[in-house]
């Protein structure tokens, strides 16, 4: 990383006592945030990522942040303030992003961000359910408004299309034996009880991972549409991004990362023709190349003061002309 860029540090009274965004540094500096650039933030959360970047771009430099979950729009928009016009806070899920960015003027921006991963202030929300620590009903919808609570899934899903989400989504090798017990202890009311279901189906073990943590994951993932949604979106970066603009994603589980990977595969290269075919025939052409050739992961230093970032991977990639 650049040793001469800015160095972002941010107190609990800036951001609370939970909040800590994830692989700060490094994603400010390899987005090359700018004094006069326009960044889009497709996913606020706790707006660290956000404050950085509008830090960064002083005096000038604007922003747009989205984020589907009312309460992180109405925190960020506090936490915001300071920086007046030129920080936008919006209502909208990051797969709407393109619909967003017209609706506010950021047509064409220098960089956009997704981090993947759930804010703190989720996690110690205990009426969202999104965590087992915290407990609280079985929601975990980031709109309260939209679509069907976990509890749904949980309580009304037969056990095999329950093993084969927690398999999917969770990559939970126990998938059935879980999903068996899930059924027999209906009705579940909350995410602590739901954990409690788990943890006796299959014993905690000596990881330091909570046995319901892929559970969650798969029930949250399949709740909002998670991957169709980071599908949808990668396409429409491409449109906004002015060509040196650059495209960085924050992912927390193979399954994002997978998908993410796949897209910067295709966009950073030109012909897609099977190599069978002698003459190129599809036209396509590379519009990305790749910022980071792998991708970064946390230092030590920050998983120590932040066990959450430990299984994050940051990938970058710049718009060509």
């Not at 943890?199 to 073990?205: L, N, P, Q």
Request: hydrophobic fraction near 40%; charge should be neutral; include cysteine.
């Amino acid at each position: 990383m650049n040793d001469d860029g800015p160095q972002f540090e941010f107190s609990n009274l800036e951001f609370g006592i939970l909040h800590i965004p994830v692989l700060l540094q490094e994603t400010i500096d390899l987005l090359a945030i700018r004094p006069g650039g326009c960044y889009i933030d497709g996913t606020l959360g706790g707006a660290g990522h956000a404050t950085a970047i509008l830090q960064a771009s002083q005096p000038d430099g604007r922003l747009l942040g989205l984020d589907a979950d009312p309460a992180a729009i109405a925190r960020s928009r506090q936490r915001l303030a300071p920086f007046g016009v030129r920080a936008v806070a919006a209502q909208a899920s990051f797969d709407e992003m393109e619909a967003a960015a017209c609706q506010h003027g950021f047509e064409a921006v220098d960089g956009i961000l997704l981090d993947l991963g759930l804010s703190s202030d989720q996690l110690a929300d205990a009426t969202r359910g999104f965590s087992f620590i915290t407990g609280g009903a079985l929601d975990m919808r980031f709109n309260p408004t939209r679509g069907e609570p976990a509890s749904a899934i949980v309580n009304e899903w037969a056990a095999d299309d329950l093993a084969d989400l927690f398999y999917r989504y969770g990559e939970e090798r126990a998938s059935r034996k879980i999903a068996r017990a899930i059924a027999q202890a209906r009705p579940v009311g909350t995410a602590e009880q739901l954990a409690q279901i788990v943890e006796r189906a299959v014993g905690r073990g000596s990881g330091r991972i909570h046995p319901a943590t892929r559970i969650f994951q798969a029930l949250r993932i399949a709740v909002n549409d998670e991957l169709g949604a980071l599908e949808r979106v990668l396409p429409q970066t491409i449109r906004l991004l002015r060509p040196g603009g650059r495209l960085a994603v924050i992912t927390f589980h193979s399954l994002e990362d997978r998908i993410v990977k796949t897209f910067l595969k295709s966009e950073t290269q030109d012909c897609h023709c099977p190599p069978s075919r002698p003459v190129c025939t599809c036209g396509h052409q590379a519009v990305f190349k790749n910022v980071t050739t792998k991708p970064i992961a946390p230092g030590a230093q920050e998983t120590r003061n932040n066990s959450r970032a430990r299984s994050a991977k940051l990938r970058v990639a710049e718009r060509l002309g």
